[in-house]
């Protein structure tokens, strides 16, 4: 048949025949770049270690909390290895029964073991966040050979005994009541990949963390430094849209979070008249408070703004107080209001944002994601977008197959928009910061090579205050 066609019109049907060579090696590069056909030497790194789907994640919505851990536990694969690392996320319905929680699952789990109390939890594909529902998760795994994790408890072990590496990747928790969070954040370098969250016990009696079958005391935090062949690719979704749509630059400034002049009048003034210029239905969204974003003036590339509430005014200064920021003289300050149409694009926008710095990251260290945690804000989930599962929907195309699990938090922890997914972004100061109406995702990533000179010629190791443990 194609003789007969191409005797009947050699020169069309010769034409015909490239643009479908054409056309089919297009598709198959495409495929490629998109992952649909995985690189070969891709695929021969994941298969050297067989690591990149033995991370597994389990959720119960049991309303008792030793049946609810049974079950989690049951479905888990078994291992008695030392270089097991586990998260265990428990809901505020199982509050009153943590530590027994705790103190049942550890010597079930292997390894080391980490857990919070959250508003809600998220594991196995789903996002359990409705108020008052029973559950509890767990996401568990198998560290890298070469792979080191250091815990630390308290700011004062965190403050002296965090090496203080920029290729370090480093996560932080800590419950509502412990004081000096920011202060260690400040410590870290701000090259590094930094994720975490705050718990959410009901009381300032709850205990709401724990390191392997001991509950921590209120007021406390941890931390966990990873290095060697494990770090962080980090994104933080913000959930805000400008409300004026006009940027200010910051003037003057005292106590660096009183903003008292907007582009040299008084801030106040400029606020006032901003508002009642609004419309009704405008005026009408402010009823879930009004925040603003602030841009350092330090922070050269990106338009990313970091999401801040507005703390209240000082009239006898034409001011206004910005909760948990440093305010400086030229900043730049947008005012917000939060929406869940802008949360969910901001979300795709740091998801692709993140696919299209991998594809052209020139590293030499190609990453294989192992899981990823998922920190929310609590008053993100269906209460937000009144449909559930919409922040994990999107962090699950970074990802194949890897789990994702986390909880829901009092706060976030991590950089203004991207951290870790690029060598320049591992070399240029993206500091993190303690957000709010966020969504923090942080990959665990196994790499080629190790991140440090230390772990060039060890296995994997734990270590804490108290000493090395393997």
């Known amino acids: 048949l194609l003789d007969h066609y191409l005797a009947y019109d050699r020169r069309k049907n010769t034409m015909r025949l490239k643009c479908w060579f054409l056309f089919s090696f297009f598709v198959v590069d495409v495929a490629i770049v998109q992952g649909f056909i995985r690189h070969p030497r891709q695929h021969d790194q994941r298969s050297k270690t067989h690591l990149w789907n033995t991370w597994q994640s389990h959720v119960s919505t049991h309303p008792e909390a030793l049946p609810a851990l049974q079950k989690v536990l049951g479905e888990m694969s078994k291992s008695d290895d030392e270089k097991q690392l586990t998260f265990l996320f428990v809901g505020q319905s199982h509050e009153n029964d943590f530590e027994e929680i705790v103190q049942a699952a550890y010597p079930k789990v292997g390894g080391r073991m980490v857990a919070v109390l959250g508003a809600g939890v ?24 070469g792979a080191q994790v250091d815990f630390y408890e308290g700011k004062g072990e965190l403050v002296k005994s965090l090496n203080k ?77 400008p409300l004026f749509g006009e940027q200010y630059v910051v003037t003057e400034v005292e106590n660096n979070n009183i903003i008292t002049k ?18 009704r239905e405008e005026q009408e969204k402010l009823s879930s408070g009004l925040l603003c974003g602030i841009r350092s003036q330090r922070r050269k590339d990106g338009d990313d703004f970091l ?60 990453p294989n994601p192992l899981a990823a945690l998922q920190i929310s804000c609590v008053a993100r989930g269906r209460g937000l977008f009144e449909v559930p599962n919409v922040d994990l929907t999107q962090i699950q195309e970074l990802l194949e197959n890897e789990p994702v699990a986390g909880f829901y938090a009092n706060g976030e922890i991590g950089p203004i928009g991207l951290a870790g997914f690029s060598k320049d972004q591992s070399e240029s100061e993206n500091p993190s910061f303690l957000h709010g109406f966020t969504t923090v995702a942080t990959i665990l990533c196994e790499y080629p090579q190790a991140n440090n000179d230390e772990a060039d010629n060890e296995d994997s190791v734990f270590e804490s205050e108290t000493g090395a443990w393997a």
Do not use: W
Request: glycine share 12%; net charge negative; charged share 20%.
């Open 262 to 279: 907007l582009n040299d009048q008084p801030a106040l003034k400029v606020l006032h008249g901003s508002l009642t210029a609004l419309s």
């Open 165 to 241: 590496r920029k290729d370090h990747s480093y996560l932080l928790l800590a419950d509502p009541f412990s004081d000096g969070l920011e202060d260690v954040m400040s410590e870290i370098p701000p090259q590094s990949s930094v994720a975490g969250g705050i718990s959410c016990p009901t009381s300032n009696e709850q205990p709401s963390l724990a390191l392997d079958g001991n509950v921590l005391e209120t007021g406390t935090m941890l931390g966990l430094q990873f290095s060697g062949t494990i770090g962080f690719q980090t994104l933080v979704a913000q959930g805000c849209r």
């Open 307 to 366: 999401c801040r509430q507005l703390a209240g005014f000082v009239p006898q200064l034409g001011g206004i107080a910005i909760g948990a920021a440093n305010v400086e003289k030229g900043d730049v300050l947008i005012f917000q209001v939060r929406d869940k149409v802008t949360a969910e694009q901001d979300l795709q926008l740091m998801v692709q944002r993140a696919k299209t710095t991998r594809l052209f990251d020139a590293g030499t260290q190609k």
């Open 122 to 145: 998220i594991g196995e594909g789903i996002e359990l966040d409705k108020p008052g529902q029973p559950c509890i998760s767990i996401l568990t795994g198998k560290l890298p050979d």
